[in-house]
């Protein structure tokens, strides 16, 4: 079916799919400033905490001052959006899909659970809550008869894209993954030193505009570990033991790099996933980086395969058993119409957990005290470290996404895990409840 092709014919009809977006943030203003260009889909509403934030999204998006809705009432009966302070009316609606774009695992997750009860399709931009739920959100939805997606767009739906390409064409997948900055001492950054990491003017860092938090999940480490969390539950893959090494990689490097170790490479295990940083140990960018691509690295299943991999321009390894494909950008969310229409015309997710084999599990990023509390992704006290599920759940180890607002109840030394042993948390919490329900669905080795 041509996606576009059929969009157009439900404008035709004047039965356009009908979204409901909830977080009004950057993925959501980058979904509003594009949604008009392609045809069939119908922004019911938009609900943020934030009013004025939602309704400064739909400025930014060049929002037609004809389209804007004074209740839920009016955007179903004339076709214009609305703006709300609460997610509920919006899951509420006779909606077809709601867009999950909070950022927040626990807040995500209590919405992808309405979402999936009221029978809507839910795309869950807020990889936070997959990473720590989404195999049982996935199932959830399974159970219901509706689709359960990540995010075209986003890095994560972008990468399953290439495996699926890879195991559809016949390849034996070898790798997954992502590009990232990264170097060995950003696990440490914290909100107060995380600009010194990235390259904006001290002008916009003072600002008020960047959230340092997200920016110092983004660099160390986490943010990272999340997505491939998200990749590697969403293909049946099992992360290294260790986590992500993020082995600096320009694309041509690839399939020399992110190949077995008994081939010269990194992996330690094959198939999996890793991400490669764009700079070298000294900080200077690679060339040809991976900044804001995705990719997999394949290997040839036979000799006549790696003839042609000799023969072809492909930048296969120097055995010509490996081969990368790789996407050098994502859009974010300018492409998240695609997740939209294949959820609702062709019931199919782009990507979506089938079982649980990775998780992001809770380290200190320095000697923590009984008594502390715990700020989450991109706080002072933990980052975020990629992990097998097996091994997560034989330490007992708390995720990260539930390492918000949580005290310590014994100390925890730089470098070390944090274990539900250590917290005092309410374990009758839905977020607590639905992340049981997951570990239960842990793929063993």
Same mark, same amino acid.
């Given at each position: 079916?041509?996606?576009?092709?059929?969009?157009?014919?439900?404008?035709?009809?004047?039965?356009?799919?009908?979204?409901?977006?909830?977080?009004?943030?950057?993925?959501?203003?980058?979904?509003?400033?594009?949604?008009?260009?392609?045809?069939?889909?119908?922004?019911?509403?938009?609900?943020?905490?934030?009013?004025?934030?939602?309704?400064?999204?739909?400025?930014?998006? *060049?929002?037609?001052?004809?389209?804007?809705?004074?209740?839920?009432?009016?955007?179903?009966?004339?076709?214009?959006?609305?703006?709300?302070?609460?997610?509920?009316? %919006?899951?509420?609606?006779?909606?077809?899909?709601?867009?999950?774009?909070?950022? /927040?695992?626990?807040?995500?997750?209590?919405?992808?659970?309405?979402?999936?009860?009221?029978?809507?399709?839910?795309?869950?931009?807020?990889?936070?809550?997959?990473?720590?739920?989404?195999?049982?959100? !996935?199932?959830?939805?399974?159970?219901?008869?509706?689709?359960?997606?990540?995010?075209?767009?986003?890095?994560?739906?972008?990468?399953?894209?290439?495996?699926?390409? !890879?195991?559809?064409?016949?390849?034996?997948?070898?790798?997954?993954?992502?590009?990232?900055?990264?170097?060995?001492?950003?696990?440490?950054?914290?909100?107060?030193?995380?600009?010194?990491?990235? *390259?904006?003017?001290?002008?916009?860092?003072?600002?008020?505009?960047?959230?340092? /938090?997200?920016?110092?999940?983004?660099?160390?480490?986490?943010?990272?570990?999340?997505?491939?969390?998200?990749?590697?539950?969403?293909?049946?893959?099992?992360?290294?033991?260790?986590?992500?090494?993020?082995?600096?990689?320009?694309?041509? *490097?690839?399939?020399?790099?992110?190949?077995?170790?008994?081939?010269?490479?990194?992996?330690?295990?094959?198939?999996?996933?890793?991400?490669?940083?764009?700079?070298?140990? /000294?900080?200077?960018?690679?060339?040809?980086?991976?900044?804001?691509?995705?990719?997999?690295?394949?290997?040839?299943?036979?000799?006549?395969?790696?003839?042609?991999?000799?023969?072809?321009?492909?930048?296969?390894?120097?055995?010509?058993?490996?081969?990368?494909?790789?996407?050098?950008?994502?859009?974010?969310?300018?492409?998240? /119409?695609?997740?939209?229409?294949?959820?609702?015309?062709?019931?199919?997710?782009?990507?979506?957990?089938?079982?649980?084999?990775?998780?992001?599990?809770?380290? !200190?990023?320095?000697?923590?005290?009984?008594?502390?509390?715990?700020?989450?992704?991109?706080?002072?006290?933990?980052?975020?470290? %990629?992990?097998?599920?097996?091994?997560?759940?034989?330490?007992?180890?708390?995720?990260?996404?539930?390492?918000?607002?949580?005290?310590?109840?014994?100390?925890?030394? *730089?470098?070390?895990?944090?274990?539900?042993?250590?917290?005092?948390?309410?374990?009758?919490?839905?977020?607590?409840?639905?992340?049981?329900?997951?570990?239960?669905?842990?793929?063993?080795?």
């Amino acid at each position: 079916m041509n996606l576009h092709e059929a969009l157009r014919r439900r404008a035709d009809e004047g039965s356009p799919i009908r979204v409901g977006v909830i977080g009004a943030g950057r993925f959501g203003t980058m979904f509003l400033a594009h949604v008009h260009t392609t045809p069939g889909i119908h922004v019911v509403g938009i609900a943020d905490l934030n009013v004025a934030r939602a309704r400064e999204a739909l400025r930014l998006a *060049e929002w037609p001052e004809s389209e804007c809705a004074t209740s839920l009432a009016e955007a179903l009966s004339s076709g214009g959006t609305a703006v709300l302070d609460d997610a509920t009316a %919006l899951i509420e609606a006779p909606v077809d899909v709601i867009i999950e774009a909070t950022g /927040n695992p626990v807040v995500g997750i209590d919405h992808a659970l309405r979402t999936i009860d009221e029978g809507h399709h839910i795309v869950m931009v807020t990889v936070e809550a997959d990473a720590l739920a989404g195999p049982a959100l !996935a199932a959830r939805a399974r159970s219901a008869g509706v689709v359960y997606s990540l995010a075209y767009g986003d890095q994560p739906a972008m990468t399953w894209e290439l495996i699926d390409w !890879a195991r559809t064409s016949g390849f034996e997948l070898v790798c997954a993954g992502k590009g990232t900055k990264y170097l060995p001492h950003y696990h440490a950054l914290n909100p107060d030193t995380v600009w010194d990491a990235w *390259e904006f003017s001290p002008e916009l860092t003072g600002s008020g505009q960047l959230n340092a /938090n997200m920016h110092t999940s983004f660099r160390d480490g986490t943010k990272a570990a999340i997505e491939m969390a998200a990749v590697a539950n969403s293909a049946g893959l099992v992360p290294a033991d260790g986590g992500l090494k993020f082995p600096p990689a320009s694309s041509s *490097e690839l399939s020399t790099i992110c190949r077995p170790v008994q081939d010269g490479g990194t992996l330690e295990r094959s198939p999996t996933v890793e991400v490669v940083s764009s700079v070298d140990l /000294n900080g200077n960018w690679l060339p040809d980086h991976l900044q804001e691509g995705v990719f997999v690295v394949v290997k040839a299943p036979n000799a006549y395969v790696r003839e042609c991999m000799a023969e072809y321009a492909w930048q296969a390894d120097d055995t010509h058993q490996y081969v990368a494909m790789y996407r050098p950008m994502h859009f974010i969310g300018l492409e998240l /119409n695609i997740t939209i229409a294949s959820a609702v015309l062709r019931r199919e997710a782009t990507g979506t957990p089938v079982g649980f084999t990775a998780d992001v599990v809770a380290m !200190a990023k320095k000697s923590l005290r009984a008594g502390d509390l715990l700020d989450g992704e991109g706080g002072y006290a933990a980052w975020g470290r %990629l992990m097998p599920a097996e091994l997560s759940l034989n330490v007992r180890a708390l995720p990260v996404g539930l390492a918000h607002g949580v005290p310590l109840v014994r100390d925890v030394s *730089e470098g070390e895990v944090v274990t539900w042993d250590d917290v005092d948390i309410d374990e009758a919490a839905q977020a607590v409840a639905i992340r049981k329900e997951t570990e239960a669905l842990c793929v063993t080795a």
